[in-house]
Every structure is written in structure tokens, then in C-alpha cells.
């Protein structure tokens, strides 16, 4: 079956698509490619993100998702040369623009949420094809953080006989799948570290008046000095040493998060290369708490944005010796489609009726079939 994965994450940057053959349970890539939005529809999914927005903005950007994705698609097949017809089935993860998986009080009872927006119905209906969407949900429902969902296709991926490899993805967040050499997918290790870009992006947003929406290559960061106070201080928040399962998004990392940084009166490019050397060494936190403890880490397999930051990936090998540091590229996985590859298997495995979390993962109860179809 050939199936199409579309993934907006939390930088904002575009979507992703992937076109995935699956025979038999493998899988092998056709084509991805990344749209990115449009300025205006990358600001206005800043301001409904995290944020109290009015209900019709929400509900327009919505159905406006569904348009560009469907756009979006239709570009990647024309680029591939692959007819849209060939395709049989959408997994299409979404925007998404709240997610707390921790179950908080809310009128008087104990509720977690998670929302993400594109319209599947009009995904479907501009393309003829059946969009399995919302899959996070299910999870949620089943006691789960409702997050990271990519850790099963991590496994198939990048599981070893006898390497213990982490498959670390850096976007806006960064999250990680620890695998054991010669372990079923019910022994892995997954959880969010903390921030990827996001903080980057929306400080390098800031201070060039948006002309510029990240740091390439590291350039800013490079020009500036890490401020070690500042960066001690950021990690003694609870949330890096907190057990997993756990996840972490804009409401975390956003704009208070920013201003906060900015309070601090240190120079841009200081602020830079500080929030920079944040991501790394939460990676790192994470995995010396939580994943050598119990395996060995022989290899790193990052994708993501910040697989293309050479600070980033450069800080990552230094702080985890014994461990090769290599990007998914490596493996023949595009760097920044691996997600939306996961989206298409997770949408592969809905549409057979086999579970798509993993509870080691998510902290579910139990392993679920997930997401909803639009026919």
C-alpha cells in the first residue's frame, strides 16, 4: 500500500511530506518534500498556539490546514513524478496548538488535553484519498501523555542485535527513542527532553524583526558566548529531571519562556549560543538520567532542524562520549521528513487495526489503535 505522511511540528517551518511504500510491515521511502507556510499563516498559528484566541480564528485556520496540506501533497506527487492516485491512504498528524498530557484540574475534575488542527475532511475531499488523523487522543484516553508517538517507528527503524542506539529528533521540541541492542518494541525508552529550536527560532525572530526565522548553520550562536549561570540555572527546572513518560511543548518553551530570557539583559548573540547549549545539554541530562542507567548508548541517530545546526550537533558529541553522533541520513532516512514517515506508517497500522503507541513510551495503560478516519 502506498501511503502519504504529512507533519506539521511545533517550529512552525512548513509541512512535511512523505510518500511511504508498505509490503508486509516494511517499508521503503518514495518521495518528501517540505512546503513551507506562508508568513501570514506561520503568525497567525503563533497567536492561536498556547494562547486564549477566538474560536472562529481557530475554526478558520483549520479548514485554511486542510487546504495547504492537500496543496501540499499534490506538490510533492507532481515534483516525484507519482500520481496522486497511487496513493491509498493519509496519515496526517496536524498543527499542533495545545498539548499538556498531565492531567490538570478543570472544573472540578482531573482532565488532560492535547488539539490539533487541519481539517481531514477537506484533506479527503481534495484528494480522493482516506486521511487518518488525530492520533493522539486515543492515547490520552488510554492514560497516556498522548506523546511521542514516534518512538514505534524509531524502533522498526533502528533497532540493532547488538547496538544500543537513541534516535534523538530535533524540531521545535526534541525528543528522543532510546533502544536496547536485541529489545522488543516494548523495551524502549522515549520522552521529550525539552526544547529544540523553538527557543532559538523565536529569539532569531525577535531580534532581526522576523527577517530571519532561525539560526542557519549556528551562525548566531557561533558569534556569542554561553553564559553558564544562566544555563545551570535553566536546567535546574523540574521538568529535566522528571521520570518519563513525559512531554514538553510551546506552553513550556513559548513566549513567556523567551521574555524571560530577554529579562535577562544579556547581549543576542550571547542569548543565542545560551539557548543553543540548552538543547544539548538537556539531551544529554536526559539521557545520562534516564537512559544509560539502564543500556548502553553506542550510537546517536539525530533528525530534525537541528540536524542541520553544526553547534548543535557538534555540542551533542561532546557531551556524550562512547557515543557515535551520526544524523538519519546516515540511514537513509531524510533528516528533516522522518516524522512525516511516521505519520504514514501510524496511519498504515490504524488502517489494519494494530495498535500505533507504545506504552513504555507514553505511559498509556495500554496499546491503542489510533487516530479517526475521513473517508
Not at 488542527?117 to 486521511?131: F, H, K, S, Y
Not at 533502528?158 to 525528543?175: C, E, K, M, Q, S
Not at 545546526?309 to 540511514?331: K, R, W
Request: hydrophobic share 45%.
Amino acid at each position: 500500500m502506498r501511503v502519504a505522511g504529512i507533519m506539521s511540528g511545533t517550529s512552525l517551518d512548513g509541512i512535511d511530506v512523505a510518500i511511504v511504500d508498505i509490503r508486509g510491515g516494511r517499508f521503503a521511502t518514495v518521495a518528501t518534500h517540505t512546503s513551507p507556510y506562508p508568513e501570514a499563516v506561520r503568525h497567525a498559528l503563533l497567536e492561536v498556539s498556547n494562547a486564549v484566541a477566538h474560536t472562529g480564528q481557530v475554526a478558520r485556520l483549520n479548514f485554511l490546514l486542510g487546504e495547504l496540506y492537500a496543496e501540499a501533497l499534490k506538490k510533492t506527487c507532481r515534483q516525484a513524478g507519482v500520481p496522486l492516485r497511487s496513493i491509498g491512504l493519509i496519515g496526517c498528524h496536524g498543527q499542533t496548538i495545545f498539548h499538556d498530557g498531565r492531567p490538570v484540574k478543570f472544573l472540578d475534575r482531573r482532565v488532560a488535553s492535547t488539539f490539533q488542527i487541519g481539517e481531514a475532511a477537506v484533506l479527503a475531499e481534495r484528494t480522493g484519498i482516506p486521511v487518518v488523523n488525530d492520533f493522539r487522543p486515543r492515547d490520552i484516553a488510554c492514560g497516556g501523555c498522548g506523546a511521542p508517538l514516534v518512538p514505534l517507528v524509531d524502533y522498526l527503524l533502528f533497532h540493532h542485535r547488538r547496538l544500543g542506539r537513541v534516535a534523538l529528533n530535533v524540531g521545535g521540541i526534541a525528543n528522543l527513542t532510546a533502544i536496547p541492542p536485541a529489545a522488543p518494541a516494548e523495551e524502549v525508552i522515549a520522552f521529550d527532553t525539552g526544547p529544540g529550536n523553538m527557543v532559538i527560532d523565536q529569539l532569531i525572530a525577535r531580534f532581526t524583526g522576523n527577517r530571519w526565522a532561525y539560526d542557519r548553520y549556528g551562525r548566531m550562536a557561533r558569534r556569542g558566548s554561553v553564559d553558564h549561570v544562566l544555563l545551570e540555572k535553566l536546567l535546574r527546572d523540574p521538568f529535566y529531571w522528571a521520570r518519563p513518560p513525559k512531554t514538553a511543548g510551546r506552553e513550556q518553551y513559548g513566549k513567556e519562556f523567551v521574555d524571560r530570557l530577554v529579562a535577562t539583559g544579556l547581549e543576542e548573540a550571547d542569548l543565542v549560543a545560551t539557548a543553543t547549549a540548552l538543547t544539548p545539554a538537556a539531551v544529554a541530562v536526559g539521557i545520562e538520567r534516564f537512559v544509560r542507567p539502564r543500556m548502553p548508548v553506542d550510537e546517536l541517530i539525530v533528525s530534525g532542524g537541528g540536524a542541520h545546526n553544526p553547534e548543535i550537533m557538534g555540542q551533542l558529541a561532546a557531551l556524550l562520549p562512547g557515543a557515535a553522533v551520526a544524523t538519519s541520513a546516515d540511514f537513509g532516512i531524510d533528516i528533516d521528513a522522518k516524522e512525516a514517515i511516521a505519520f504514514a506508517v501510524l496511519a498504515w497500522r490504524t488502517w489494519r487495526r494494530r495498535p500505533g503507541n507504545l506504552p513504555s513510551a507514553t505511559g498509556a495503560r495500554r496499546a491503542a489503535v489510533l487516530g479517526r478516519v475521513a473517508f
